[in-house]
DNA sequence: CGCCGAGTTGAACTGAATCAAGAAACGTGG
DNA sequence: CCACGTTTCTTGATTCAGTTCAACTCGGCG
């Protein structure tokens, strides 16, 4: 079974003195969620983040049609918020669920505040995450600008190998902006011209 | 003609007194260029930010095939950067030039930092930028996941009304994700339902 | 003038969506 | 451990939004 601790997180991701968190990591709240519970849900304003130390959530929004369209995987050692909604104090447009059983830390803006005073390398680390952030969704958008449905899904596993086997996969296909049926041809068709060779 | 100081527009968005960058703004870069002109290409790394007094400039890639898919538009009040390549100091994929003579204000990394030791609120600007970029980011490919050809046009022209007037059209295309040809046909099937009404 | 880039239009084409049906895999309760 | 319903995935037939290619218009500008 997959499982990082957010101490383990850190001492991997942030340059800093063995467990110095460790007295504010012992009063956070860490949630136990079961596969479908909700975190977040449209319209709702989103006042906290997410660590995901195990299991695996999904961050999404449903258009007119009832369409799911996801935004982001979370797996362990990801985290997820929705940054309008809790920076700006807007409603969310977006939904947040557990794909699978998960444990998460919940970060409000205090914990992170009394992080970060305690430890600057605390808010490196989070400016470091909101670069990070930038750069993927950044590079999603100039794919989807400019890449096939199969060249768009072959990008996907190169970089999420992991994922495409724990996600479901019309989730899949809804990350990467195509129909069920669309990814399971795309599928196929690589596979018959794989063997081929 | 369009035109925003950098002190006019932190008077307008920081809260800061009046004037407190004057010295360090002195000392800045301010870069005049010309239509076409580059400020980053493919292959570059990017070792600045750049803030648009006066102009327009636009932040793009060039795929395989030739085709270009426009990132960004900034016109004046607007800054530009590929934050992944100048934070993480790689290699840049994308291109930055103008579409108009511009008047540009040029940060590094350390005028930021001497920025924000002059005034913390800096880092709190700074913050909020990233947060807002977050967001626009995250919409967008919201809107290419989920949204048709006409309905990102619509939410274009609702958001930009003026850059659709500065903007050549196939530019416009490029941005949405669709070829000049679709653009245009897109539109006139708008005015030509708009006339019957 | 004549050229050139920008925009438009039409006709043919195509990648991907939709609709409908079936097969396989999965989990839950009896 | 089986039986059942539910969810996931696949496949085929059809349709459609948007692309491609090619020709033509228009306005600016040397």
Redesign the interface.
């Known amino acids: 079974m997959h499982y990082l601790s957010f101490n383990a997180y850190l001492n991997e991701n942030a340059d800093l003195p063995q467990d110095t968190f460790a007295p504010v990591l012992d009063r956070m709240k860490r949630m136990e969620i079961k596969k479908g519970d909700f975190l977040l849900r449209q319209g709702e304003i989103c006042t906290y983040s997410f660590f995901v130390e195990s299991g695996l959530l999904k961050y999404y ?1 449903i ?1 007119e049609k009832g ?1 799911t ?1 996801v ?1 982001q995987f979370a797996p362990e050692g990801w985290f997820v918020t929705d ?2 909604s809790s ?2 104090n807007r409603p969310s ?1 977006y939904f947040i669920d557990a794909l699978e059983d998960s444990s998460v830390l919940v970060f409000n803006e205090n914990d992170v505040c009394q992080l970060t005073d305690l430890q600057p390398q605390f808010g490196v680390l989070n ?2 995450l ?2 990070r ?3 993927q ?6 794919l ?3 890449a096939s449905a199969e060249e768009r899904y072959l990008e996907f596993v190169k970089t999420y190998p992991d994922l495409m086997l724990r996600v479901p996969q019309h989730l899949v296909a ?1 990350y990467l ?1 195509i129909t069920p049926e669309g990814l399971s041809r795309v599928r196929r068709e690589l596979a018959s011209r794989n063997f081929k060779k």
């Open positions: 929004s258009d369409k369209h935004l940054r309008e920076f700006f447009s400016n470091r909101l670069h952030h930038i750069s969704l950044q590079n999603r958008i100039n989807l600008l400019s809804s902006g």
